[in-house]
């Protein structure tokens, strides 16, 4: 069976009556190597980060080249006569020597917002755009008068290539089109002004040349099919205001370099298609001249890409469809490793652990990709540091940072989540002889402590963090503020660690055999079960703690699958005894000492999702519902209830204002997954409950199509309603794991 058709959002001019209302959906595409573009839907910038082309310098470094092309369309006043042939026309010849004919109408087709003597501006040419629409590539459609144009806008996947393709229908006397290209070349989330711009530049028949001082070893080329390229006047696109950016309480202006326009000639009565490139070159590297055809073939490529994301996941449904073209956004090639990584979100994000190991069965798995998989457990296998998965790789080529506590743990659900999807031979091979090894050295961190105080106590649970550390997924630090300590034994971190200790169980009985039983610290031959009464962490082996916490009863033993199963059980009743909240039906979010932690967090719904879990089934249930009526709010979960003095309930405002919501009543779109898994189980898949999970995903489809950067999934939304979507407005974790719920809990039971 294949699909009929393409995933395709349509919008038309009710969509964009107003530019207020225009700019609130925004769009987004990826190269596949780390660049990106983006804008609104009716091509207006609202932030810092948008534009046609940022692209990514090794080995992920992003920078804003191009950032868009401004449209205007002059109609002649008179159609002029002679030759038919474009070359020789009249008004061909008048444009190259730099006169304009008289015009009898202009149609501005820039939308754009701007700063013009302390007032807001507006350029509305909006008012033309009849329809816009997004299938993987960017499709803009305006009428003029007696001119249509196609606006198509692709990213040419595996390069730094933005491609323009433009149709033209001039049903009316003789006209031109005029292009101002603006470009830049600065860090994707900074600004620049005209003092900024430093550029080498090379004008060459239809090719121009920018070298940044900065990067003289760098190039960006813009190139067009056809056109009289003139000097533009200013020179600079001062003060573009960026409405997000005002929203979050700075001046949210920026500057752009157009030294050149554009001048293409428009026949009467003709039909016409012009091609442009913006591509980053090396400096010292020769090009060639570009046809008409060819923005329109990187399109057509664009499209067949696409196309077989849908074949190779092979799902045929609609909304997993559309997940599935989401996820793609977010999967990278890494020029450190030379794997595939994950970008976490866009447009700022790099790649983090944590957030690639939760994202990694719905955007890997889910869709087929399974060499992919592969190569994102290789790329974090490699930077394994005392146990750790990388929390980050920073931007500039730094080296990673390993600021947390849970990165390492998701790393063994991705690993068993590979294998459930592909349990033959070759994975398990791919395991044993790649990755199992790295498991076993986390585990060993873990039980004997590693940085940032994560070490395992003798009730077998995990402690992590001290003093200023930020090592859970809830990370807010300013300066010496932590917005959320969560030191001690989170909730998540101890339902990961006992998921982690029953995947290893199961892989050392695979890879290792089943002949080795610790009893009391001691190591005898045994085939049978192993009994844990009685059975301590000190007997297993315990800490030794970076924070000068005496080491006790240190094992020298090899751990096997019974020991997995004695300490695993161990932390299963340590986990039940402290972590029970009996009075509120549900679980502490962390639990420090005699103190447990008051705040009513949705961190617990992963003792209930995992593949693993130590709850009773009574217990669980009651998680869910708790969970369901407090902290879900349609396309997410409250980071906190809103009935706690420390609950904000809106994300918005500056740096600070912002911080103190972003984990206290923020809502997050990747913990929607969790939860529904939970929901699932607990109402064990009946055919009522696939139905409520239908419903509860309706605020996720509306979204899809909505406020926020179409077809995909937000960052963060508003704990307070209408529910704003907030932050990155793609995020990878949000997108993977609905898709990975759906395929897991909702579809295979429709």
Same mark, same amino acid.
């Given at each position: ?140 459609t305006y009428q003029a008068g007696d001119i249509t144009l196609k606006k198509h806008i692709c990213l040419k996947h595996g390069a730094n290539v933005c491609a323009i393709a433009y149709e033209i229908e001039n049903n009316g006397p003789d006209a031109s089109l005029t292009l101002v290209p603006l470009f830049n070349f600065r ?66 202006? !920026? ?33 060639? !001249? ?6 329109? *073939? ?22 997993a469809d559309r997940l599935v073209l989401a996820a793609d956004q977010f999967l990278c090639d890494r020029a450190s490793t030379g794997y595939k990584t994950v970008l976490a979100g866009l447009p700022w994000f790099t790649d983090w652990g944590r957030d690639t190991m939760i994202a990694f069965t719905g955007l890997t798995l ?5 060499? !992919? ?53 070759? +994975? ?22 590693? !940085? ?38 989170? &909730? ?56 000068? &916490? ?7 033993? &090899? ?29 502490? *979010?962390? &639990? ?39 902290l879900y709010i349609g396309c997410g979960l409250r980071s906190l209830t809103s009935d706690h003095a420390d609950y904000h309930g809106i994300y918005c405002g500056s740096l600070p204002k912002r911080d103190a919501a972003y984990h206290q009543g923020t809502a997050w779109g990747f913990l929607l997954g969790g939860f529904l898994?939970?929901? +699932? ?39 307070? +309603? ?7 407005? +793609? ?20």
């Amino acid at each position: 069976m294949e699909n009929k058709k393409m995933i395709n959002y349509q919008y038309e001019k009710e969509a964009f009556s107003t530019f207020k209302n225009g700019i609130r959906r925004e769009w987004a595409l990826t190269n596949g190597i780390g660049g990106y573009a983006g804008s609104s839907l009716i091509g207006a910038h609202n932030r810092t980060h948008q534009g046609y082309l940022i692209a990514s310098l090794p080995p992920i470094e992003r920078y804003l080249v191009f950032s868009k092309i401004n449209e205007s369309l002059s109609v002649f006043a008179a159609e002029s006569t002679g030759s038919s042939d474009e070359k020789f026309h009249p008004i061909t010849d008048t444009l190259k020597k730099g006169s304009v004919p008289a015009v009898s109408a202009v149609y501005n087709l820039e939308t754009s917002q701007h700063k013009k003597n302390g007032e807001t501006c507006y350029t509305q040419g909006q008012e033309y755009l009849v329809s816009f629409s997004y299938d993987g590539s960017v499709h803009y459609t305006y009428q003029a008068g007696d001119i249509t144009l196609k606006k198509h806008i692709c990213l040419k996947h595996g390069a730094n290539v933005c491609a323009i393709a433009y149709e033209i229908e001039n049903n009316g006397p003789d006209a031109s089109l005029t292009l101002v290209p603006l470009f830049n070349f600065r860090e994707h989330s900074a600004s620049s002004r005209p003092e900024d711009f430093h550029f080498r530049t090379s004008l060459i028949d239809n090719s121009l040349c920018l070298i940044p001082e900065s990067h003289p070893d760098t190039a960006i080329l813009f190139q067009t099919s056809e056109g009289i390229f003139s000097d533009h006047t200013p020179m600079f696109d001062i003060d573009m205001q960026l409405q997000t950016e005002v929203d979050l309480e700075t001046d949210g202006l !920026d500057c752009h370099y157009c030294p050149h326009e554009v001048t293409v000639f428009l026949p009467a009565k003709s039909h016409k298609q012009i091609s442009v490139l913006c591509s980053v070159i090396a400096a010292d590297e020769t090009f060639t !001249d570009i046809t008409a055809d060819t923005a329109f *073939d990187i399109l057509k490529e664009r499209e067949k890409y696409t196309k077989s994301l849908y074949e190779t996941a092979g799902i045929h449904d609609d909304f997993a469809d559309r997940l599935v073209l989401a996820a793609d956004q977010f999967l990278c090639d890494r020029a450190s490793t030379g794997y595939k990584t994950v970008l976490a979100g866009l447009p700022w994000f790099t790649d983090w652990g944590r957030d690639t190991m939760i994202a990694f069965t719905g955007l890997t798995l889910c869709t087929g990709r399974r060499k !992919d998989a592969e190569e994102i457990l290789l790329t974090f296998s490699k930077y394994i540091r005392h146990g750790i998965v990388p929390n980050m790789f920073p931007d500039d080529n730094a080296a990673p940072l390993y600021n947390t506590a849970d990165a390492s743990l998701w790393y063994f659900y991705a690993v068993w989540q590979y294998l459930q999807y592909y349990p033959d031979t070759a +994975a398990n091979a791919f395991v044993q002889e790649n990755i199992y090894p790295h498991l076993k050295e986390i585990i060993s961190a873990y039980k004997n402590g590693t !940085d940032f105080s994560i070490y395992m106590e003798e009730d077998g649970l995990i402690h992590a963090g001290s003093g200023l550390d930020q090592i859970t997924w809830m990370d807010v630090r300013v300066g010496d503020w932590v917005a959320t300590p969560r030191h001690g034994k989170p &909730v998540e971190i101890n339902a990961l660690w006992y998921n982690a200790l029953k995947v290893m169980e199961e892989l050392a009985r695979r890879y290792e055999g089943d002949d080795v039983l610790v009893t009391g610290g001691s190591a005898t031959s045994s085939s049978s079960e192993v009994s844990v009464t009685g059975v301590s962490a000190t007997g297993l082996g315990s800490h030794v703690s970076v924070t000068g &916490v005496s080491a006790t009863g240190l094992g020298s033993h &090899v751990m096997t699958s019974h020991n997995y199963a004695a300490l695993a059980e161990l932390v299963k009743a340590s986990f039940c005894r402290k972590f029970w909240w009996e009075e509120k039906g549900c679980l502490y *979010d962390v &639990v420090d000492g005699d103190e447990p932690d008051d705040h009513l967090r949705p961190n617990q719904i992963y003792a209930v999702s995992l593949p693993f879990t130590m709850l009773s089934k009574e217990q669980e249930a009651k998680i869910v519902a708790f969970v369901k009526k407090y902290l879900y709010i349609g396309c997410g979960l409250r980071s906190l209830t809103s009935d706690h003095a420390d609950y904000h309930g809106i994300y918005c405002g500056s740096l600070p204002k912002r911080d103190a919501a972003y984990h206290q009543g923020t809502a997050w779109g990747f913990l929607l997954g969790g939860f529904l898994s939970a929901y +699932a189980k607990v109402h064990d898949h009946s055919l009522e409950c696939t139905k409520e999970l239908l419903s509860l995903l309706g605020p996720v489809r509306h979204h899809l199509t909505d406020n926020g950067c179409i077809g995909s999934i937000s960052e963060i939304f508003d704990g307070d +309603a209408p529910h704003n979507p907030r932050g990155c407005y +793609a995020q990878a974790w949000s997108v993977g794991e609905t898709l990975r719920a759906y395929m897991q809990d909702v579809l295979p039971y429709m």
